[in-house]
């Protein structure tokens, strides 16, 4: 359940109530693909304030498989979390990252990348995996085209990530009866930039009735201006009492202003990846590529007014060592660096609000 | 300094005061090759009772150079660990890792595995490198065969490793009044299977006199058996009021009898590799070989008795997921294992004299 405390020009705070705890609105999703960090352990993260995770059903569902996951008692019990999960649909990845053999109004046919093994999620499907992984939040299967795929794609895609939706929230309901859970359902606005047709997503969404709406589609290639473009155009009209989830966007600034256009939740894995390429984000708003030769002989701290620990411990010099020979170490502290950045800042904006 | 304790048919107790610290003997050193664990965080480390680092002095000459290092305060300050490290004097490497250009009397030509660039180590550079390190205790550059190499070759090694320890004690003097620093030098006992080398190696360093000794050049294809008769015949030869290190050995039944015919300090990589590569050392001594299908749906604790956390509350199915997918959380759980195993036995031995 959201509860919305406060409305501001700069951004609304607010509560939202899952199974395993209370989080504070807005926040941050850290991304635990297949139920592990890349780079960082949960007490790490833990310890850095992290509250909420992500994971991806469709790696999931791949392995261990989510039958695996249901017989150890859940997601939250297979990985030893006990704060809320949030698990996404598996959409975007069997649309954006694999072969898809057949698409069709039951659903999508796909192989998986290592074995080859041919698979299928549908509405259905996706909600039976994501009731199996036993997450707090879960979200609809929807069809996510590029933001800049051609206005006829993105007409295909909204009307059926509409159907889709309406057979995820039965299936859904049904699921809860039958296993007697209650996790959250979220809807996902698509419509890539066409304006109609990301007013006309919302409003048969709504019209359906989610726990949250979700805006999809963004952040794969459209200019920033389009993308506030669609959070100006969408965000006014969905319910002020339910959470509105901006996917994928994690640039810092950005997050900033999609929550003075009144989100409430996000997810990224870019500061992890660029973490894992050298690249650290400071606690100034600059950037450090500390692969670079001129930070051999550099001795001073990584960034001595960091949230991470680790960063005001070691030397710039001693990461540049530790990321030039691959060492594991110097990804955890690039990792802890950036995943503390993003965490703060969230946590700041909030308390600012 | 050194001060024995007790000397019991089990083995000795002690105490190794260095520059950052009193070390209880006997003791485990785990090894952050190049300045960083493969796999754990110092804060992990020391979160299961390390209390001293072995770095390879061979990994650091080359990457980042003992300057940098040096010009950062030394390894201390370079790493951020301010307990005990040791640092092997990189012979074993350039003589088993490594092709050799050259040997002579002046000490090793050899090739970075990388670049390709050549590089030369000696006593006295081995010294001088060490030195700029910085480590508590600091090891003799010595010439070691394979413990099951012929006479011949052992014979040679033999006399070298003393020309060479004659000379690393030296400049390790020269050094100290130099840098005003009091780092501990150990000389390395070698001679293979041959019980007059042995003997005639132990009395040659020990007339030039040590801080420590090691005994080298084994656990590298000798039987168990052949291992034990050579600390059966060097061990009573040493002084009693230096410390012991058996230098390689990482089985813990094997350093239980080590301690046993009275060694005070090991070192291995072992336990890490395995465990990296599925193998978990349990609380109760078995292995558990965790990428095996049958681990798939056992969603039991990993270890329930654990000294690791990480093991107690995670499944062994959870673990069989992440290993399989090559997840590096995954790594962190089973090197917790390994390494809280070897460290809690170490200390029960240790507590038992």
């Given at each position: 359940m959201f509860t919305l405390q406060k409305s501001t020009p700069n951004g609304r705070r607010g509560t939202l109530t899952t199974a395993h705890g209370v989080l504070e609105t807005p926040f941050f999703l850290p991304v635990a693909?297949?139920?592990?960090m890349k780079g960082l352990t949960f007490d790490e993260l833990l310890s850095i304030g992290a509250e909420v995770l992500l994971s991806n059903t469709y790696h999931l569902h791949l392995h261990p498989g989510e039958d695996t996951v249901d017989q150890a008692g859940g997601l939250h019990s297979f990985i030893h979390w006990n704060k809320p999960i949030l698990t996404d649909s598996g959409g975007f990845q069997v649309f954006s990252l694999r072969q898809i053999s057949k698409l069709s109004d039951a659903g999508v046919e796909f192989r998986d990348?290592?074995?080859g093994a041919p698979h299928f999620i549908g509405p259905v499907e996706a909600m039976q995996i994501q009731h199996k992984l036993g997450a707090d939040i879960i979200m609809c299967f929807d069809e996510c085209?590029?933001?800049?795929?051609?206005r006829a794609k993105q007409i295909e895609a909204v009307d059926r990530t509409i159907r889709w939706a309406k057979t995820c929230k039965e299936t859904h309901e049904k699921l809860k009866a039958e296993r007697k859970t209650n996790p959250l359902l979220f809807g996902i606005v698509q419509g890539g930039l066409e304006p109609d047709l990301r007013k006309k997503c919302a409003e048969e969404l709504i019209a359906i009735g989610f726990d949250g709406y979700a805006v999809g589609?963004?952040?794969?290639?459209?200019s920033e201006s389009e993308m506030f473009d669609v959070l100006k155009l969408v965000c006014p009209i969905l319910p002020e009492d339910k959470p509105r989830y901006l996917m994928g966007v994690g640039d810092l600034n950005q997050q900033k202003q999609g929550i003075a256009y009144g989100i409430d939740m996000f997810d990224c894995v870019a500061a992890m990846r660029e973490a894992r390429h050298g690249t650290l984000w400071l606690s100034n708003g600059e950037k450090l590529r500390?692969?670079?030769?001129?930070?051999?002989?550099?001795?001073?701290?990584?960034?001595?007014?960091?949230?991470?620990p680790l960063s005001r411990d070691h030397l710039k010099s001693y990461l540049h060592h530790l990321m030039r020979l691959g060492e594991r170490y110097g990804e955890t502290i690039a990792c802890m660096q950036n995943m503390a950045v993003t965490l703060r800042a969230m946590k700041e904006t909030r308390e600012s609000l």
């Open positions: 693909t297949a139920g592990a990348h290592r074995s085209p590029p933001s800049t795929a051609p589609g963004l952040a794969v290639g459209e500390i692969l670079r030769a001129e930070h051999k002989n550099d001795h001073s701290p990584i960034d001595a007014n960091s949230p991470s």
